[in-house]
């Protein structure tokens, strides 16, 4: 039952909905005590003989309109209790979407996808089955249970309720303790399906690799083993759900011995009328669904308290990142400063970046260089306050960026990543982004500046078309060219490109530089690349090896001093060099 402390913050946010859920509950479970007791009546009037037609009737209208009632109060408190638990599962989806959003790429680096899905979907689900179904049945169980055993034993025969409520320990101890096999082995199978869940979202992903290697096979086959793995444990579950019904049953039944032995019993010494063992029998069926409820509750809270447990947490997780007290809102502009003494990613033993001092002033264009791992995607998330620096900093505007909030920082950066993620929605609205109330024109605008307007009027329904999981298949070159025009529209005062022209050829590239170059007048821009091209233009080129600054300045000074930037850019000339001969050949 701890599930229902756990909850307690939620049942007194919606308390007038639950209150008057269980007060119409209540009325519900005293009106279902007036038909049994109403035949036990009839029943003794027929064997008196003093039944009469008129009689009948009014007993019979006088149902009816219980009848009626009953419907109304049942209608009340199903909207009450279950649109309350509703209200819950919508809250908590809602809290932990929010609370995912807080967190660092390397909270996601450490968890699967799969596993938070399954969290989100449910668990959720489960919770919002405890605080719903849960809630009716401890109190339908108990309120309906309470009525039916005080009208026996104060209206029938409090001997014949005593007798027939004998085994009832026996029930409860039996159910207590399958509720304790239930939550351990309920947690298992929500963790196995969140295994499954992630099998399913890394295959849906990564289907083409999968296809181009062949492996589909081999990964039907690991989906199998995922799915019996499933399969068993549920069925785990199912051995404990199992055994509620056939032990309520079976106690019910021993009761319903009871009652009949020693009623007949009591009926032929006189101390008890045919109609008053008739209605107990009645109130003894109806007592049947609080001896289930009891069972089934079990079940619904260690099913909720398990998926709680998880929810509770991942919420229990910090941010690494946060604002600091006292943060400014305001939006920074200006030069940036980089002065990183040291920097390591959490968990890694050597430093990613050492000595970094880099000025760029506002308006100007910085170029960062150098061989894979040098740390030049780990300087612009920096920037991005992705991670903390514990020891040096990065200003804005003479701004330590610490200073200023997360949604000030990033509301004055725009940001094209490596990996380019669009939308399951159309072009345009893959486009507006953020700028979601951008119009038609300064969509074109920016696509026409990121070199992909043409692209997309070849498309069927042009700025319509629908990409992502469901849409049309774009080319890697042309997800890039998107993403340019989203961060394009978004017009911030910084622009970070993080190797995002590796995808397009070199007169896609020029084009696109040179639009900058006139569009971002004043605003400054931050441009990491393989393709040394991408830089030419830059203000000031810095190249790094093994997180240090090796080399900067401008490009031709950067060619005369005949080093790793000279012989790279010698080198990707000669290979552009040789692309163009073999293409002419």
Not at 541 to 558: A, F, P, S
Request: proline share 2%; charged share 20%; aromatic share 10%.
């Amino acid at each position: 039952m701890r599930i229902f402390a756990d909850l307690w913050w939620f049942f007194k946010q919606e308390r007038l909905k639950y209150f008057f859920g269980i007060i119409f509950l209540m009325l519900s479970s005293f009106l279902s005590m007036i038909p049994p007791y109403v035949v036990g009546i009839i029943v003794d009037d027929i064997r008196t003989r003093n039944l009469t037609p008129m009689i009948l009737g009014k007993w019979i209208l006088f149902l009816i309109i219980i009848g009626i009632i009953y419907y109304f109060t049942g209608y009340i408190w199903r909207q009450l209790i279950f649109g309350s638990s509703i209200i819950l599962a919508n809250q908590l989806r809602n809290d932990l979407y929010r609370h995912f959003t807080k967190f660092s790429p390397n909270f996601f680096q450490k968890r699967r996808i799969g596993d938070l899905m399954a969290h989100a979907t449910n668990d959720i689900n489960a919770v919002q089955g405890a605080a719903g179904e849960g809630i009716l049945t401890l109190f339908d169980s108990l309120t309906l249970g309470g009525m039916v055993i005080v009208t026996m034993s104060a209206f029938i025969s409090w001997k014949l309720t005593l007798i027939t409520l004998l085994p009832m320990p026996i029930m409860v101890v039996l159910t207590m303790h399958y509720g304790n096999l239930l939550h351990k082995r309920f947690g298992k199978a929500q963790a196995a399906f969140s295994d499954l869940n992630d099998k399913v979202q890394e295959n849906v992903s990564g289907v083409r690799v999968i296809k181009a290697f062949g492996e589909e096979e081999a990964q039907i086959n690991m989906f199998r083993k995922a799915s019996r793995d499933v399969v068993d444990k549920n069925i785990a579950v199912a051995k404990v759900d199992s055994l509620f019904d056939p032990t309520i049953t079976f106690i019910v039944a021993f009761c319903y011995f009871l009652a009949l032995i020693f009623g007949s019993i009591y009926v032929v010494q006189g101390s008890m009328t045919i109609g008053g063992l008739t209605s107990f029998t009645l109130y003894l069926g109806q007592l049947i669904w609080p001896m289930l409820a009891f069972g089934f509750l079990f079940n619904i809270v260690e099913r909720g308290s398990a998926s709680y447990d998880r929810i509770r947490r991942l919420f229990a997780i910090k941010p690494e990142i946060t604002d600091v007290d006292g943060a400014s809102s305001e939006v920074p502009s200006g030069a940036i400063d980089y002065a990183i003494r040291n920097f390591r990613y959490p968990e890694s033993e050597s430093n990613a970046l050492s000595d970094i001092r880099i000025n760029i002033n506002q308006g100007q264009t910085l170029g960062i260089v150098g061989k894979t791992g040098a740390g030049k995607t780990t300087m612009l998330r920096l920037l991005l306050r992705e991670f903390d620096i514990k020891d040096g900093q990065i200003s804005i505007g003479g701004k330590e960026i610490r200073s200023v909030t997360l949604d000030a920082l990033r509301s004055a950066i725009g940001y094209v990543p490596q990996d380019h993620i669009l939308f399951s929605a159309t072009i345009a609205e893959n486009i507006a982004f953020a700028k979601p109330e951008a119009t038609r024109e300064e969509i074109e605008r920016v696509a026409r500046l990121a070199s992909i307007h043409e692209d997309i009027l070849h498309f069927k329904e042009g700025y319509e078309t629908v990409v992502g999981e469901r849409g049309v298949t774009l080319s890697g070159g042309q997800k890039q060219r998107i993403s340019i025009a989203r961060a394009l529209l978004a017009d911030s005062e910084i622009l970070i490109f993080d190797d995002s022209l590796s995808a397009v050829d070199a007169r896609t590239e020029a084009s696109i530089l040179h639009a900058l170059k006139h569009e971002r007048k004043n605003k400054t821009t931050l441009i990491s690349a393989h393709r040394l091209s991408a830089v030419e233009h830059a203000d000031q080129i810095v190249v790094l090896d093994e997180g240090r600054i090796v080399e900067r300045g401008m490009h031709q000074e950067l060619i005369e001093k005949e080093g790793w930037y000279a012989e790279m850019y010698a080198h990707q000339q000669l290979e552009s060099l040789v692309s163009e001969g073999g293409g002419k050949a």
